[in-house]
């Protein structure tokens, strides 16, 4: 899910469901102060898609 992957590619940005207060702070921070962001590449819609079909068909047999 978003989680994972965010926690993975850019953790600084991850806040706590449900909490608006971290999410508020978390927002005006990255205004203040703009992160520099590397490409994600290892979360490509077309793999993720392979694995989740590549689950489905091992629950199946």
Request: charged content about 25%; aromatic content about 4%; hydrophobic content about 40%.
């Amino acid at each position: 899910g978003v989680a994972e992957i965010l926690s993975n590619v850019y953790p600084q940005g991850l806040v706590e469901a449900e909490n608006e207060k971290a999410l508020i702070e978390t927002v005006k921070k990255h205004i203040e102060q703009p992160q520099i962001v590397a490409p994600v590449t290892m979360f490509s819609l077309k793999d993720m898609c392979d694995q989740t079909l590549e689950l489905y068909q091992r629950v199946l047999k």
